[in-house]
């Protein structure tokens, strides 16, 4: 939903419990004014929002910056804390529009994934294979979650430690499981 505010975001949410009472129809609102980002906790809790992603090209230009690397370090960070908070999924990063830098995109993505967003939104298909690489776990990282998580299970569910000897707790446990999550079908 592009331009989202909270005031419409509840209307929709009204209007779809007419017609979808059983709430199989979720919203990703789309933040592109200052009063989307400032409003992010509340639209993130609001009924059936899914996950928030950030237009950055009008939030940039309702701002009057030029986006780079850090520009949007606050406004990004806002959004993942937002999300958490609410506990809805991670954001999905807003989109590159150099779709032929294929490795500038990797590196945005890289950087992104490693600030809390666990998606993207792509507008060519050139860029999608990129993103599914960025965001799907490898196999060293599958079986490292597996192995964290037999060795939280054989401690009984309590404080362990990993190969490496360093203490794994449930957090690390969590992102183990949704490391898991997003893996492939495997078995």
Avoid: N
């Avoid at 979808?20 to 400032?38: M, S």
């Amino acid at each position: 939903m592009a331009k989202a505010s909270l005031a419409q975001l509840t209307a929709l949410a009204g209007l779809l419990d007419e017609h979808d009472p059983a709430g199989a129809v979720g919203l990703v609102p789309l933040l592109e004014t200052p009063q989307a980002i400032l409003a992010a906790a509340a639209i993130a809790s609001a009924p059936r929002v899914t996950r928030l992603q950030i237009g950055e090209a009008d939030l940039s230009a309702e701002l009057g910056i030029t986006p780079g690397d850090q520009e949007l370090l606050f406004v990004r960070s806002s959004v993942v804390l937002a999300s958490a908070a609410a506990g809805i999924e991670p954001p999905a990063a807003a989109v590159t529009t150099d779709f032929r830098d294929l490795d500038a995109l990797r590196r945005s993505t890289l950087a992104l994934k490693r600030l809390g967003f666990r998606g993207r939104a792509c507008i060519h298909p050139a860029q999608i294979p990129v993103v599914h690489d960025v965001f799907t776990p490898t196999a060293e990282e599958i079986a490292t979650a597996r192995d964290l998580i037999t060795r939280f299970e054989t401690a009984g569910g309590g404080v362990c430690l990993d190969a490496r000897g360093r203490m794994v707790d449930l957090a690390v446990i969590r992102e183990a499981r949704r490391t898991l999550s997003l893996a492939p079908h495997t078995q």
